[in-house]
C-alpha cells in the first residue's frame, strides 16, 4: 500500500517545533490536539495511513469504558460528532459490548476533520522515527525516514529528515520510542512481590496480553464463502466452542469460558448500517505475541501476517462451519488492499518502568467505597473493569493460564506514570505504554481513557514548551484547569457529564479534596441531600459553617449556618443536592 507524505516532508531536511508526537492512535492524536489547541507547534509522525490507532486504524470501532459523564473532553467530541452522523446517540448502541458503536470510515471522518482544522499541528504519515538523540538538556533531535517494508529497513538516506524539539513524546501503539530513547521498559508480568499486587503471579513471566487483528464484516444475503487458504476442516478445531453451533462440550470449566450461542456472538459487537466487529474473545480471532513481535521489526511484521491470516480463516470458518456466508468482510471501511484494517489491535506494548508504577491497589475500592482510592494529581478517569485477553486462558484446565482479578471501580490516573526517570527531561509517554502494571493495563488501554491521558500529555507539553521548562516540572493545577476547560473530567459523577451546570463545581470540589472516593459516583441533584453528606462535605470544604440537622434526615435550609446559607436560595423544600454543591462551590470560591 503506498503512503502519501505530508508536504513539508518533500520540503526541508530540518525543522525545529515545539512538540514531536511519535504515534498518532488514540493517545497521540489527542495530545497533539490539545497541545495545538493551547499553541504550540506540532509534528505527528504517524507510521500508518490513518490516524486514530485503535479508534480507527484498528477497526476497534466500539468504544469501551467511560460512559455517559465518564467520557468528556476529546472523547464526547467524538461520541457527539458519530450521534450527528448517525441521528442520535441512541443510535450507537447497535451491539451489546458498546454504548457506542459506529463504521471505521466514519470514525476516520471525523478525525480527519480534525486534523485539517488544527494549523498548528503537522501530520506525516508513512514515517516512523530512527533516531533519538540528545544534544542538550531539554534539546532533542530526531531523525525521521519513509517506513521501511517486511524485508527492507527503513531509509535512511536523502529521503530523511531532522526534526529539533523540546518536548517527545512516545505514543506508539508498540512503544517503540521507549525503546529509540534507550527508557527502560518491561514486557509481560510481574512477580507478587514486585509491586505487593495479590493477583499477580508468584513468579514474573513474559506472558502478554493478545493482540487481534479485527475484521468489519457486512451482511450480504446470498453470498457465497470467500475464496481462502483455508480448505480442511481440520484447521478450524482452534475455533471450535467460539458459539454453541460448534461446540460438542461446553463446559466452561474444561473451557475457561462461558459459550454463547450465535445471536449473542453476532450481536455482541454489532455497528451501523448492517455491520459487524470481528474482536470476539473466545476461542476466535485472538492472537498471542511474545518478545520477539516488540523487539525485532521483522519478527513482527511476519507475525502480523499471520494474525490476518488467522482472522481470515476464522470468517471463512463462519461462513463454512457455522452456516453463515452471508457475512462478509466489508470493502468500503479501509485503504488496504485485503480489506483488513492497517494496522493490528495491541492491547498491551512496552510499559515504561519508573519508580511511581500505577498497581492495583490504584484501581481498587477500599471497602464499600464506589471508587478507588482519590488522589489530588489527577489528569484522566476510566472505569473499565481489568480486562485480560490470552489464548492460554482457554488451553486445558492443567495447563491455562490463570489469572482471577479483583473488581475494581472507577480510578484516576495520575501524572507520575508518563515520566521517565532517567534523566531524560523531554520525553513523555502515552497509549499503553505508560507506567502501569500487566494488572492495571488492563483497564488502562481502552480508547477513552488513553484518549484523556493523550489530553492532558499534550497540556503538559505546551506548557512545557511556552514556559521553557521539563514536562515533570509544569504545575498540575495549571494543567488540570486546561484539562477541564476542555470537558475533560477528573473525577467521575456519571450524571453531571461536559456540559452540565454543576461540572466545573463538582470537578473542583473533588480536586479540592471535598469530594472525595467514599462518595457515590451519581449526583442525582435533583434529589434532597442527607444531611450526612453535608456534614461531611462543609468539614472537608472547611468554609466555616456548620450542619446543625439529624444525620439521617435531609437537610433543611434552616439546618445550615452562614456563611454556606447565603449561598442557597430561599425556600421551605429541603436542599437539593445540586444546590449544595453549587452553594458549597461558591463559599470556597469566596473564601480563596
Wanted: aromatic share 8%; net charge negative.
Amino acid at each position: 500500500m503506498p503512503y502519501v507524505h505530508g508536504p513539508w516532508f518533500r520540503g526541508p531536511q530540518s525543522r525545529e517545533t515545539d512538540v514531536v508526537i511519535y504515534g498518532g492512535g488514540a493517545g497521540g492524536l489527542c495530545a497533539g490536539l490539545q497541545a495545538a489547541r493551547l499553541g504550540a507547534e506540532v509534528v505527528l509522525l504517524e507510521p500508518s495511513p490513518w490516524v486514530g490507532g485503535m479508534l480507527t486504524a484498528a477497526g476497534v470501532s466500539a468504544l469501551d469504558g467511560n460512559k455517559y459523564g465518564a467520557g468528556g473532553g476529546l472523547v464526547h467530541d467524538f461520541r457527539q460528532r458519530l450521534a450527528d452522523h448517525y441521528g442520535s446517540i441512541e443510535a450507537l448502541f447497535t451491539g451489546w459490548i458498546s454504548l457506542y458503536c459506529y463504521e471505521p470510515h466514519v470514525g476516520q471522518r471525523i478525525l480527519e476533520d480534525w486534523v485539517a482544522r488544527e494549523d498548528r499541528m503537522t501530520v506525516l504519515r508513512g514515517v516512523e522515527a530512527t533516531r533519538y538523540e540528545r544534544v542538550g538538556t531539554r534539546t532533542r533531535r530526531v531523525e525521521v525516514t519513509p517506513v521501511g517494508t517486511d524485508l527492507e529497513p527503513p531509509c535512511c538516506n536523502d529521503a530523511s529528515q531532522t526534526l529539533t524539539t523540546s518536548v517527545f513524546i512516545d505514543a506508539t501503539e508498540y512503544g517503540d520510542g521507549l525503546a529509540l530513547a534507550g527508557i527502560d521498559y518491561r514486557l509481560g508480568r510481574e512477580s507478587r512481590d514486585e509491586y505487593g499486587e495479590s493477583a499477580a503471579p508468584p513468579d514474573a513471566d513474559m506472558e502478554m496480553q493478545d493482540l487481534t487483528y479485527v475484521a468489519t464484516l457486512v451482511r450480504q444475503p446470498g453470498a457465497k464463502p470467500i475464496p481462502t487458504s483455508v480448505q480442511d476442516r481440520a484447521s478450524w478445531d482452534e475455533f471450535e466452542c467460539s458459539t454453541t453451533v460448534d461446540c460438542s462440550d461446553p463446559d466452561p470449566k474444561k473451557l475457561g469460558h462461558t459459550v454463547h450461542d450465535w445471536e449473542k456472538f453476532i450481536t455482541y459487537s454489532e455497528l451501523p448500517n448492517n455491520k459487524y466487529l470481528l474482536n470476539w474473545p473466545h476461542e476466535a480471532n485472538d492472537f498471542p505475541v511474545n518478545r520477539a513481535y516488540f523487539e525485532n521489526r521483522y519478527y513482527r511484521a511476519k507475525h502480523n501476517r499471520a494474525a490476518k491470516q488467522h482472522t481470515m480463516q476464522f470468517v471463512k470458518y463462519m461462513q463454512t462451519e457455522l452456516g453463515h456466508a452471508e457475512w462478509q468482510i466489508a470493502t468500503d471501511e479501509y485503504p488496504t488492499d485485503d480489506h483488513l484494517p492497517p494496522i493490528p489491535y495491541l492491547r498491551e506494548s512496552r510499559r515504561m518502568v519508573n519508580d511511581h508504577v500505577m498497581t492495583q491497589e490504584a484501581v481498587l475500592p477500599d471497602g464499600d467505597n464506589p471508587r478507588a482510592p482519590s488522589i489530588d494529581d489527577a489528569i484522566a478517569v476510566g472505569d473499565y473493569f481489568i480486562d485480560h485477553h490470552h489464548a492460554t486462558k482457554h488451553l486445558p484446565p492443567d495447563c491455562r493460564i490463570d489469572e482471577n482479578y479483583p473488581d475494581n471501580a472507577p480510578f484516576q490516573v495520575p501524572p507520575s506514570v508518563f515520566f521517565p526517570e532517567n534523566g531524560d527531561e523531554s520525553f513523555l509517554v502515552g497509549e499503553k505504554s505508560i507506567a502501569v502494571s500487566h494488572i492495571v493495563n488492563g483497564c488502562t488501554r481502552l480508547q477513552p481513557v488513553v484518549m484523556l491521558m493523550g489530553q492532558a500529555l499534550g497540556a503538559i507539553s505546551a506548557f512545557a514548551a511556552q514556559d521553557d521548562v521539563a514536562p515533570a516540572d509544569v504545575d498540575i493545577g495549571r494543567v488540570q484547569s486546561a484539562l477541564l476547560d476542555a470537558g475533560c473530567q477528573l473525577y467521575i459523577m456519571y450524571d453531571v457529564p461536559t456540559g452540565h451546570d454543576l461540572f466545573r463545581p463538582v470537578q473542583e470540589l473533588a480536586l479540592a479534596g471535598v469530594l472525595r472516593d467514599d462518595d457515590p459516583t451519581r449526583l442525582e441533584p435533583e434529589k434532597p441531600i442527607p444531611s450526612a453528606w453535608a456534614t461531611k462535605w462543609c468539614n472537608r470544604a472547611d468554609v466555616g459553617a456548620s450542619i446543625t440537622a439529624p444525620s439521617n434526615g435531609p437537610l433543611q435550609r434552616d439546618d445550615v449556618a452562614a456563611p454556606l446559607r447565603n449561598h442557597l436560595s430561599g425556600s421551605d423544600t429541603p436542599v437539593t443536592r445540586g444546590e449544595f454543591v453549587q452553594a458549597l462551590y461558591a463559599a470556597i470560591k469566596k473564601n480563596r
